[in-house]
């Protein structure tokens, strides 16, 4: 079964650098997600991505964030300057034909920022 | 916004016991309630959903049941084994929204041997 996958599976930083988180979606799929899980907690939405451009983003996407899509496979997440806040699960998603379809989530990156 | 409530947060059931738990939705116009398990450490993997035109759905041990009236969906699961054990998260459309998902704040599920 074709899955979402995610690297690096867990990314230390410090506070103030920059991370980028990659994904790569199931090849059929045409939306795809970033969410988070605060350790304990339930998963947030952060924005999601449709034809090349940002569908829908939440309040915790703030201008510190950024997604691209470089090439055909690779979707990636950007923290321009990390906070100790942004310590976190970061999960990828994606799903055929939008949220009515199944979400299929990646194994997550664990992002902690010291 | 969609607010979704999930209750229990946790839950301990003996092996064969059935679990059940619930959710309730605030937005009247949502149409598509998936459940998700989540295993300590891994990713959230989808179990069952059910769309709006439908008020239970079924898939073994497991099954869902909407009331649309209400605002609920529930989730049902029989005999349960230990390997059920794992938070269970159940999630609606956002208000207003065709491209994401609210989450509940999951439920703790032990299914004791």
């Known amino acids: 079964e074709p899955e979402v996958t995610q690297t690096p599976s867990h990314q230390v930083t410090q506070m103030g650098q920059e991370v980028i988180l990659r994904c790569v979606p199931i090849?059929?799929?045409?939306?795809f997600y970033w969410y988070r899980q605060i350790l304990g907690q339930k998963v947030e939405f952060l924005v999601s991505?449709?034809?090349?451009?940002?569908?829908?983003k939440s309040e915790i996407f703030d201008d510190q964030f950024s997604v691209e899509r470089p090439d055909g496979s690779n979707f990636t997440l950007k923290i321009r300057s990390t906070k100790l806040e942004d310590s976190a699960m970061y999960f990828c998603?994606?799903?055929?034909?939008?949220?009515?379809?199944?979400?299929?989530f990646g194994n997550g990156t664990r992002l902690t920022v010291t | 916004g969609e607010n979704v409530e999930q209750h229990p947060s946790t839950l301990s059931v003996q092996e064969g016991d059935s679990a059940v738990i619930k959710c309730t939705y605030s937005d009247s116009a949502s149409n598509y309630f998936p459940w998700y398990k989540q295993e300590l450490g891994k990713r959230p993997q989808l179990i069952i959903d059910?769309?709006?035109?439908?008020g239970e759905k079924k898939d073994q041990r497991i099954a869902v049941t909407l009331n649309k009236t209400a605002k609920h969906f529930s989730l049902h699961i029989t005999e349960t084994q230990p390997e059920d054990s794992a938070v269970y998260f159940c999630a609606a459309p956002s208000s207003g929204s065709a491209r994401q998902l609210t989450f509940g704040s999951g439920t703790q599920l032990t299914v004791l041997p």
């Open positions: 090849s059929n799929h045409l939306y």
């Open positions: 998603a994606s799903s055929e034909t939008g949220f009515r379809s199944p979400l299929h």
């Open positions: 059910i769309r709006s035109n439908v």
């Open positions: 991505f449709y034809n090349n451009e940002i569908s829908e």
